[in-house]
């Protein structure tokens, strides 16, 4: 008889306390898919979406939380414009509003030539006057709206000249309006949210990663220089940023429910070394090696944490689906499962198995085959 068939069978004999102990690691997988899927897939979503449309760099206010904190004068995009290597500068603003039915977008005001257009899929025409708006597609089916339809924006009246797609679910979720427009709107002249930057890199099939990574050093250092308030970043490290927050705010989730799986299986573990001391010391006195009880323990506290993981996925994969068709959250995030998370996932609920394991193995090698056989 095999370890494997040893241990799958101490597992079926305990059906309830194995089934809890299970859903424990289950249960902390699941918080772990849930909430580090979401931000992971929205953090590649965005960069894909920037380094696709070609932005290099972003600049904003210096010393800001996050961008949505950032308040920079439209100026600087001309003078940026100026500055060797820079191609494009394109401004951009952003607001939070609910426009019908207390239905929360997120309002874009663009200029009508940005670069940033390049790539959308438009049902309609772009932007002309100053009281057109572009919809994306997610949010002209939340709306319930066509090209033509009239919105209101804060007690404005709006023509929508077009229905576009894009690369990023966050852009189809929004409403992109002429910046002169969303400025008066949000009473803000002249303010800006933060400038998107494409580097001119000469004969991009000669420039070669190096080259590309010099230049853009070249951009960030002049920007940092010549303008005190305003902080540069990569696409990278802007998209990154505001992320590395939210990760770490899930770890320490996930690490505080971990603590008490790991007590869980420990436990569960500890009572089956106790229930089992004569079966173990009866393996010590026919010549097992302390080291395969350590196997033997390590191995069914493994397959306690795949199958919690395996449950976990599962249970997360569902949380996250009935939490993006929620109305108030519809159209901002999204779960595209990448069997990278998976294999990670269940690689840490099986790594948490182990180290619980520890304590059991060592306490089932400490055993002593004469002291059990003795009161047999």
């Known amino acids: ?30 918080a772990f898919v849930s909430l580090g ?27 800001t939380l996050d961008i949505f904190s950032s308040s920079i004068d439209q100026s600087y995009a001309a003078s940026l414009k100026r500055l060797p290597h820079v191609k494009q500068a394109s401004p951009i603003l952003f607001y939070f509003y609910a426009v019908e039915f207390k239905q929360y977008f997120l309002l874009y005001g663009w200029e009508p030539d940005s670069y940033l257009f390049e790539g ?46 894009s690369m990023n679910l966050l852009e189809e979720s929004g409403i992109i309006a002429p910046l002169n427009t969303l400025q008066r709107i949000k009473k803000t002249p002249g303010k800006i949210t933060a400038i998107n930057l494409r580097l001119d890199y000469g004969d991009s099939l000669k ?6 990574q010099d230049i853009s050093k070249q951009v960030q250092d002049a920007i940092s220089s010549g303008f005190s308030d305003l902080e540069v970043k990569d696409v990278q490290d802007f998209v990154s940023t505001p992320f590395t927050v939210v990760f770490s705010f899930t770890w320490a989730i996930s690490m505080v429910v971990f603590v008490i799986v790991v007590m869980g299986i420990i436990n569960t573990m500890s009572t089956a070394v106790l229930e089992r001391r004569k079966e173990i010391g009866i393996l010590l006195a026919i010549g097992w090696r302390k080291h395969r009880i350590v196997v033997l323990v390590l191995l069914e506290a493994a397959i306690y944490g795949l199958l919690g993981g395996i449950i976990g996925i599962i249970l997360g994969c569902a949380m996250t689906r009935s939490l993006i068709t929620a ?44 002291d059990v056989l003795r009161y047999e």
């Open 207 to 212: 420039t070669g990663l190096r080259q590309r």
């Open 120 to 165: 959308f899929k438009i049902m309609g025409s772009p932007l002309q006057s100053d009281h057109d708006a572009l919809v994306g597609a997610v949010a002209a089916k939340r709306l319930n709206k066509v090209q033509g339809d009239k919105i209101n924006i804060r007690g404005e009246e709006f023509r929508i000249c077009g229905v576009f797609q």
């Open 37 to 63: 899927g979401l931000t992971d897939n929205l953090e590649k979503a965005l960069q894909s979406t920037y380094k696709a449309r070609g932005t290099d760099l972003v600049v904003m206010e210096k010393a």
């Open 1 to 30: 008889m095999n370890l494997l068939t040893i241990v799958c069978k101490n597992i079926w004999h305990q059906k309830v306390r194995s089934g809890l102990t299970i859903l424990g690691v289950g249960i902390s997988i699941a």
């Open 327 to 370: 109305p108030a959250v519809q159209g901002f995030i999204s779960m595209m499962p990448h069997n990278l998370f998976i294999v990670k996932s269940l690689g840490i609920s099986m790594l948490v198995g182990i180290f619980a394991g520890i304590y059991p193995a060592v306490k089932a090698v400490s055993i002593e085959p004469i």
